[in-house]
């Protein structure tokens, strides 16, 4: 299936998303799979022109495929971390290594606001400062 959409050769197809990103380490990178499981899969494109022609070219070969047009997401900037917050960890979005701002924009629309915590023991702590989405390394 991957190889017939990459046969089309459009230049708006930027890549699926599993191969368009990859931990800054290899300790975050089950975090980061489990995290996104649900999106890894997906087809990232550039625009609507290029999503209207994957999608009729999906169809016509009866390839079931989710498509996200990466101009739908814009940068999210509104997170940010103090001193204190980062002795407990980081933002998984700061984890993750991406080909490009478009990419990144997407990521961060599916991780979000989800903080990667060091240590299991710093949970009670971050659920006070507010935390809600949390993931550890194991």
Same mark, same amino acid.
């Given at each position: 299936?991957? +190889? +017939?959409?990459? %046969?089309?050769? =459009? *230049? $708006? ?11 800054? *380490? ?21 625009? %609507?022109? !290029? ?7 999906? #169809?016509?070969?009866?390839?079931? &495929?989710? #498509? ?11 997170? *940010?971390? !103090?001193?204190?917050?980062? &002795?407990? $960890?980081?933002? =998984? /979005?700061?984890?993750?290594? !991406?080909?490009? &701002?478009?990419?990144?924009?997407? /990521? *961060?629309?599916? #991780?979000?606001? !989800? ?12 659920? %006070?400062? $507010?935390?809600?989405? =949390?993931?550890? &390394?194991?």
């Amino acid at each position: 299936k991957r +190889k +017939k959409i990459k %046969e089309m050769c =459009l *230049s $708006g197809v930027i890549g699926f998303l599993n191969e368009l990103i990859q931990p800054r *380490s290899p300790i975050y990178e089950l975090a980061i799979q489990v995290s996104l499981n649900h999106a890894l899969g997906y087809l990232v494109v550039k625009d %609507e022109d !290029t999503a209207e022609l994957c999608n009729k070219f999906l #169809v016509e070969n009866k390839i079931s &495929q989710e #498509v996200i047009v990466a101009e739908h997401y814009k940068e999210n900037n509104s997170i *940010s971390l !103090t001193n204190k917050d980062s &002795q407990y $960890g980081t933002y =998984l /979005i700061n984890l993750i290594e !991406t080909k490009n &701002q478009d990419v990144k924009n997407v /990521i *961060s629309f599916f #991780v979000n606001k !989800t903080f990667y915590c060091k240590d299991k023991s710093y949970i009670p702590i971050l659920h %006070e400062m $507010g935390y809600k989405n =949390l993931i550890l &390394q194991d």
